[in-house]
């Protein structure tokens, strides 16, 4: 590669700084008066971007002479700019809040299933019981049947309890 074709970018390079320089110079001259007409975000918005066209700039530079940036400090501070507009970012565009909204329709249905459920639950054991409740019913019916007949049905010997009389 000849030096004499890097010649052109050069020189355009060269123009476009000074066009920069000449841009920013307004900027960077006054910024405290600037600032203390912002508020309070616009002014850390300004700071920032500011910082930002300072610190890429000079990593620019950096990346130009051939020097490793990856390790350089002027790597964590654009790193660390990039974590202040983030954080800005999420000032002016905070995210959605979720809604607490109660899904009451859904919730209606699953009660409601569940108490029939239960119901029919309860249903079977009552059921259940009364049917235990006619046996015994039943049996006593087949004992008066017996007497009737004139069969002996034989009783157990009543106890005493435990206790002893005196």
Do not use: C, W
Not at 102 to 107: C, H, P
């Amino acid at each position: 590669m000849d030096v004499s074709d890097i010649t052109p970018q050069l020189d355009q390079l060269e123009e476009q700084l000074n066009k920069a320089q000449e841009v920013l110079e307004p900027l960077l001259g006054d910024i405290g008066d600037i600032s203390g007409k912002l508020p309070l975000l616009d002014k850390a918005k300004l700071y920032v971007l500011v910082s930002y066209t300072i610190e890429s700039l000079l990593f620019s530079a950096l990346r130009l002479n051939g020097v490793e940036t990856k390790n350089h400090a002027i790597f964590t501070e654009l790193t660390r700019v990039k974590q202040y507009m983030d954080k800005i970012q999420k000032l002016e565009n905070p995210p959605a809040e979720r809604e607490n909204a109660v899904n009451t329709e859904g919730d209606n249905k699953d009660i409601k299933a569940k108490l029939t459920e239960l119901i029919a639950k309860e249903r079977e054991k009552a059921a259940a019981k009364a049917a235990e409740k006619k046996r015994p019913a039943e049996d006593s019916t087949a004992e008066n049947s017996a007497v009737e007949a004139g069969e002996k049905i034989s009783k157990r010997p009543k106890r005493n309890g435990g206790k002893k009389k005196k």
